[in-house]
């Protein structure tokens, strides 16, 4: 069976951090580019960051770039979400997708249709 699953949210304070993980089963990563998006109550989707299938290089949206890090693990099967500085606007449910076919671009993940496979999400609350 094909599935993702993300888990590490929770609540956290401004300025703090979370890992947020996203592990396959059923399907190889290093084949996918491996998007995450988040989604806050009443906003659209927002893609936050993108690792591609391969040599897995990364890509960031302008809101959280130099305070997100994804990377992966080849041999876990598993990519991770590494939050740091969050801010309470980054508050949301986040999700990862794996898409075969596309290249990671931030304009290719406002596509409705981005990925193949997509995680359950975890809810991420940043708040004193």
């Known amino acids: 069976q094909l599935q993702l699953v993300e888990s590490g949210g929770g609540l956290v304070q401004p300025g703090g951090s979370l890992r947020l993980s996203c592990a396959a089963s059923?399907?190889?990563?290093?084949?996918?580019?491996i998007g995450w998006f988040r989604q806050a109550p009443g906003k659209e989707r927002e893609g936050v960051g993108c690792?591609?299938?391969?040599?897995?290089?990364?890509i960031y949206a302008d809101s959280v770039k130099g305070r997100f890090t994804s990377s992966r693990d080849i041999a876990k099967n598993t990519v991770y979400l590494q939050m740091d500085s969050l801010k309470s606007e980054d508050t949301a449910v986040y999700y990862c997708?794996?898409?075969?076919?596309?290249?990671?671009?931030?304009?290719?993940?406002?596509?409705?249709?981005?990925?193949?496979?997509w995680g359950q999400g975890t809810q991420v609350t940043v708040s004193s």
């Open positions: 690792i591609n299938r391969g040599g897995g290089s990364t």
């Open positions: 997708a794996a898409d075969y076919w596309t290249v990671c671009t931030m304009r290719d993940m406002s596509r409705e249709q981005w990925g193949d496979y």
């Open positions: 059923g399907l190889s990563l290093v084949h996918y580019a």
